[in-house]
């Protein structure tokens, strides 16, 4: 299976290079649209492509398995997407590895020369498998010993490398007809979509990711358990200093709450994210990047009403009620990741804000095509505001 695998990671099917090229491809084509319009057009180029790759794969996984590929790559800073990537999102997913092995196989076999057949392809997929959960076991349990050792004050340094856009080149000058072809086509099946009046995150990254070095924060973990997970929350992080946000208005910025009283606001609203882990996770993520907790909470008001507890399906929807990669149904994640992205998103969004302009009917100009929603998110961030003080 080794060389299966070498196989698959030969097989490009997306790299930063092609977005650069889908980029200046749909800005020349539609140079009328708004940046919100071409990036969701972007986004979704995106996307297709790497739908066209799965097929075979059952039709109730491909979502989740684009969305895991995708997060496991360009998400995570790599430049390329391969099938390897894409079969090694497949077998992350339990149910499509154990129930669906014969379509998993299929689509195997038509990507690579060689063959496998389902005895070989069991054994590898459970020792593939076995070998993930062991190394993930490891290293939790490595940091479990570091966390230990560590005195209470230590501090740790993550470095994060500046994502390179260095070069763009036209699309008639380095495309192939055969890829401006392809484009066409995906663009005409785009064109028919009626677009989701939210803002893909992905896209929004693409265009304007810049992650500053020598993050440095103080972490004291807090865990907290419900049903069958265990989260973690950071919950003595420090407000860090990569994220000054003096672009944003002061009352924009971090700073304490009364707990309490926001705990009541929420509960008069039958609202979930009063329960662990949402609250304190959202208070976190807040202090960690830098922003008023209110504007998150103001966000999740707007989005989801701050997600009642008799709402169907609540508990998922509470993993993301900023709708970010669409929308909680198609990106359902946890509310630490969720609550991250859209606090990257509105700093990023609320930069060269012109003088004397609301910075939420600013952020809501691209965030959303409802016009209303800048005016909704500062409504509900003045009454939660005046409640809590």
């Known amino acids: 299976m080794k060389h299966i695998e070498e196989e698959l990671k030969k097989i490009k099917v997306i790299d930063r290079d092609d977005i650069i090229k889908f980029k200046n491809y749909i800005y020349k084509k539609y140079p009328k649209n708004t940046a919100v319009k071409n990036a969701k057009i972007l986004s979704d180029t995106i996307h297709q492509v790497i739908y066209t790759k799965l097929d075979g794969i059952p039709e109730d996984f491909k979502s989740s398995i684009k969305i895991i590929t995708l997060k496991n790559t360009l998400g995570s800073s790599k430049n390329l997407i391969t099938l390897y990537d894409i079969f090694d999102s497949c077998v992350i997913d339990e149910n499509l590895r154990t129930n669906f092995t014969g379509e998993l196989i299929s689509w195997v076999n038509v990507h690579s020369d060689t063959k496998i057949e389902m005895d070989e392809a069991q054994l590898y997929l459970q020792f593939k498998y076995d070998k993930e959960v062991n190394s993930n076991t490891l290293l939790k349990e490595d940091m479990h010993i570091e966390s230990k050792e560590m005195p209470s004050n230590s501090v740790i340094e993550v470095e994060n490398e500046r994502i390179p856009f260095n070069s763009v080149m036209s699309l008639n000058n380095s495309c192939s007809s055969n890829f401006k072809s392809t484009l ?55 407000v860090s200093t990569i994220h000054p946000n003096i672009h944003m208005p002061t009352y924009m910025r971090y700073k304490k709450v009364n707990e309490e009283k926001l705990k009541n606001f929420l509960n008069k609203r039958n609202s979930l994210l009063v329960k662990e882990p949402y609250f304190s996770t959202i208070l976190s993520v807040s202090k960690e990047f830098n922003l008023n907790p209110i504007v998150l909470f103001s966000v999740a008001g707007q989005e989801q009403s701050f997600v009642p507890k008799d709402t169907t399906n609540a508990s998922k929807i509470a993993n993301n009620p900023y709708n970010v990669f669409h929308s909680w149904q198609e990106y359902n994640t946890d509310i630490k990741d969720s609550s991250s992205i859209v606090a990257r998103t509105l700093i990023d969004l609320s930069k060269n804000t012109p003088e004397n302009t609301d910075p939420f009917l600013w952020i809501g100009k691209k965030y959303a095509e409802d016009s209303k929603w800048g005016s909704g998110v500062r409504s509900i961030f003045e009454e939660l505001s005046n409640y809590v003080n």
């Open 184 to 238: 066409q086509n995906v663009l005409s099946y785009l064109n028919g979509l009626n677009f989701r009046s939210y803002i893909v995150i992905l896209a929004i990254c693409i265009f304007s990711i810049s992650l500053s070095k020598g993050l440095v924060l103080k972490i004291k973990k807090a865990e907290y358990k419900s049903e069958n997970y265990i989260f973690q929350t950071d919950k003595a992080i420090e």
